[in-house]
């Protein structure tokens, strides 16, 4: 059976090598340090699962959390979030965002969920 595919999506997330190895014990991992390629890489891979991070509070990644979900709908979408802002989760989850962890994060708790994300779609 193949491993499912991650992709860490953000400016620092996507340089966290010990998160990358924590979910490399159950998948492959992709990188990519800027969000706006996140459609590219969609569809040229099958990423089962994102972890985005997101550093500004703009609509940018509510625009891509809507692509992802309209053209991609089972690639599930974990948030990493350095802001706090409420109503830009809130938009998230409401687009289709798994769950949310606030920076700074245990890479332990995100693999988990990762990991728990990634079964449920087996």
Known sequence: MAKNCVLLSG????HDEKLKE???KFAAVLTSD??????SILCGNKVDLIILEISNANLQEIEI???VK???PFTEIILVDGNGDQELIA???AFGVKDA??????NDLIAERADGLLRLKR
């Open 11 to 14: 400016h620092t997330i996507a």
């Open 22 to 24: 924590e979910l490399e």
């Open 34 to 39: 800027d969000n706006s390629q996140i459609e």
């Open 65 to 67: 959390i809507k692509i």
């Open 70 to 72: 309209t053209k991609f």
């Open 91 to 93: 938009q998230a989850f």
């Open 101 to 106: 962890f606030r920076r700074p994060y245990r």
